[in-house]
């Protein structure tokens, strides 16, 4: 079945550092993958997405490429900022199929000033 | 544009009571989705449906129903609240055959004790 692997949180950072949020994934088929930002007391809205390999999604200074040989889709930020705190979940969707998404568990980021 | 509505915000309810949490979209989309997000656990899909009249389980669909007599409302009905539903819920919909983004409202948080 499809899965999504995150890297284990929570994150904290100072402002100005480098970000790097590791998903890798499990699919039959071939995904579509996204990277969902919640902020605080709100709903999750997609922060940016890669539809085939080589693709890299990128907003708001956040960008992330579809490598297929390693089945990852790292989320990175060159400098972060305070408003970035936020939980950032991974996910995919098989194309073809039931426009399911499937979701890792979310990591939690913590930057300070 | 209010995108996906929820109502209400917060609700406690004791065991054996029943429920209806609300979810209106305003976009004209066909897939609309019900998701419960635990702690730590990421989101896991409940219910979905591709359409009026038509509604499908998703992951985890016991101790709840749902029906979709429109293209804008899809609710999610808890018959008897037990503590387990506890829970943050989350109503997302989507548009078939675009990129695939959900579009997600801000959340019911239920306490059930």
């Known amino acids: 079945g499809n899965s999504v692997t995150q890297m284990e949180g929570p994150v904290t950072l100072s402002e100005e550092a480098f970000l790097t949020i590791n998903c890798t994934y499990t699919a039959t088929g071939y995904p579509s993958l996204f990277w969902y930002v919640q902020y605080p007391g709100e709903g999750l809205q997609l922060l940016l997405k890669a539809t085939k390999a080589d693709d890299k999604g990128s907003n708001k200074g956040f960008e992330a490429t579809y490598r297929k040989e390693t089945t990852s889709f790292h989320l990175e930020k060159g400098s972060v900022q305070v408003s970035d705190s936020a939980v950032y979940f991974c996910?995919?969707?098989?194309?073809?199929?039931?426009?399911?998404?499937?979701f890792g568990k979310g990591t939690k980021l913590t930057v300070n000033p | 544009n209010a995108g996906v509505t929820q109502t209400p915000k917060f609700r406690i309810l004791k065991i054996g009571q029943s429920m209806t949490l609300q979810c209106t979209q305003d976009m004209n989309h066909n897939y609309m989705y019900w998701y419960r997000q635990d702690p730590g656990m990421g989101l896991k899909l409940i219910y979905y449906?591709?359409?009026?009249?038509?509604?499908d389980k998703g992951e985890v669909p016991n101790g709840y129903n749902v029906s979709r007599s429109t293209t804008e409302d899809f609710p999610l009905r808890l018959e008897l609240a037990a503590p387990s539903q506890t829970s943050v819920y989350f109503c997302a919909s989507s548009l078939q055959g675009t990129s695939y983004e959900q579009y997600f409202g801000p959340g019911t948080r239920l306490t059930v004790t």
């Open positions: 996910a995919l969707i098989t194309q073809g199929g039931s426009e399911k998404l499937v």
């Open positions: 449906s591709v359409g009026a009249g038509i509604t």
